[in-house]
């Protein structure tokens, strides 16, 4: 046999061959294409059935659970301290109140005051909103001992206190921007900025600041030492 066919033959078988197996490996890779979206249906199944009962997730759930119960509790304890609400006090009671809690603001008012009103309004939104600070209020006139001892002369005067101890103030309405008709808002983010309340995330802001100067009957903002004062 020719030398030269030979050598053809085997080409050709060889050649043959190698496109046989590609062939073989092509069908195969469509035949895997095909059972691919099932398979990683079923991988995905179980991933999310074996993700239910993993005991680290089981954790996270009960840690959260724990948390929530252990916010609630603080809350009331809370609560039953006087936080929560905007109550007026006397001053027999007020050692008591800003000695008793961590954070407490109080408002040093007059009755007939109108901006003393004004600043009520937005306290009582304030204190159920904001647990963790105590807000109450007392009759200057009733406490002439710590209307002394604070040296509180111009109403309405807000005092800040931690553990006891005054640490800020607000006299008037000058941190507002000194007008009668600022916002909640604008009061929370002055206290807020003291260091007295936080802030609340996903919370509708108030504004409900506004008032008509016509409706006044007293004078908006008083000094205690102004001898002519209403």
Known sequence: MDPDSVKSTLQNLAFGNVMAAAARNYQKELIANEKAPATSSVNQEVDLDELMDDPELEKLHADRIAALKKEAEKREALKRKGHG?????????????????????????????????????????????????????????????????????TLPCVIIFRKGVAVDRLVGFQDMGGKDDFSTRALEVVLIKKGIISEKKDEDDEDDGNHEGSRRTVRSSVNLDDSDSD
């Open 85 to 153: 609400e905007f109550r007026e006090i006397t001053e027999g009671d007020f050692l008591g109140e800003v000695t008793g809690t961590e954070k407490a603001i109080c408002h040093f008012y007059h009755q007939e005051f109108y901006r003393c009103k004004i600043m009520d309004k937005h306290l009582k939104t304030l204190a159920s909103k904001h647990v963790d600070t105590k807000f109450i209020k007392l009759d200057a006139e009733n406490a002439p001992f710590f209307v002394t001892k604070l040296g509180v002369k």
